[in-house]
């Protein structure tokens, strides 16, 4: 089945404890994407990357670090979490082009205390 | 800049009415546009698209939405709303030129359907 895996799809830490969001899809996907969903705010783009060893921010980079090493994974890494950093996350792929669909994974909800 | 304004965070129909959620854009160039449904705990999924062919673009369990150029809009119409169609809808644009793989968001309509 082709699909986005997130993992863990739910994580309670403190403020300043590293942590690893995985992602990871089986589409051969080229673009892979990360984004923040807050109440009223819709979803915004942290990173993305257009194939390995190829990333970019997004709109809401700050505190997030990425690395792409395989076309299959894109994990989210926050070095040092603060609360605002609160928040659902969800990991998309998509095939190359703008008119093409992003699949988006099941969503990580992150609470940093 | 590109941006996507979506009328009313909250649309509560009865079931078996029309169903009707807004959606202005904004872009400098010909835009691709995708309106997508998140139900409860679940991830995005896409309800349908307008990638610059038909103008009127049809999608999944019923809905359809019509792309309006003179009125940069691109509203989700539904004849007949069921309970299952309760669920948060998001109208997204395409960032371009050039592919950078962002979808810019609306801010979300939360389709409330009653008995």
């Known amino acids: 089945e082709a699909q986005v895996t997130q993992n863990p799809r739910y994580l309670i830490t403190v403020t300043g404890k590293k942590l690893t969001v995985t992602c990871s899809q089986n589409?051969?996907?080229?673009?892979m994407s990360w984004y923040r969903q807050d109440p009223g705010l819709g979803l915004r783009q942290i990173y993305y990357?257009?194939?390995?060893?190829?990333?970019d921010k997004g709109d809401v980079p700050e505190g997030y670090k990425v690395s792409r090493k395989e076309k299959r994974n894109f994990p989210l890494i926050l070095e040092s979490p603060s609360p605002n950093q609160t928040s659902l996350y969800f990991c998309a792929s998509q095939l190359g082009g703008q008119r093409d669909t992003q699949y988006f994974g099941p969503g990580t909800r992150l609470t940093v205390l | 800049a590109q941006s996507v304004t979506q009328l009313g965070s909250h649309v509560s129909v009865s079931e078996g009415a029309l169903v009707l959620l807004r959606c202005n854009y904004s872009s400098s160039v010909p835009p691709y546009l995708f309106w997508y449904v998140q139900y409860p705990n679940q991830g995005l999924q896409l309800l349908l698209k307008y990638t610059s062919a038909a103008t009127l673009v049809k999608g999944i369990n019923d809905f359809e939405a019509e792309f309006k150029k003179s009125e940069t809009s691109f509203h989700l119409t539904k004849p007949s709303a069921h309970m299952s169609d309760a669920a948060e809808y998001f109208c997204a644009v395409s960032e371009g030129p050039g592919n950078t793989g962002k979808l810019i968001f609306g801010q979300g309509t939360t389709l409330q359907v009653k008995p």
């Open positions: 990357s257009m194939n390995v060893e190829v990333t």
């Open positions: 589409m051969n996907h080229e673009y």
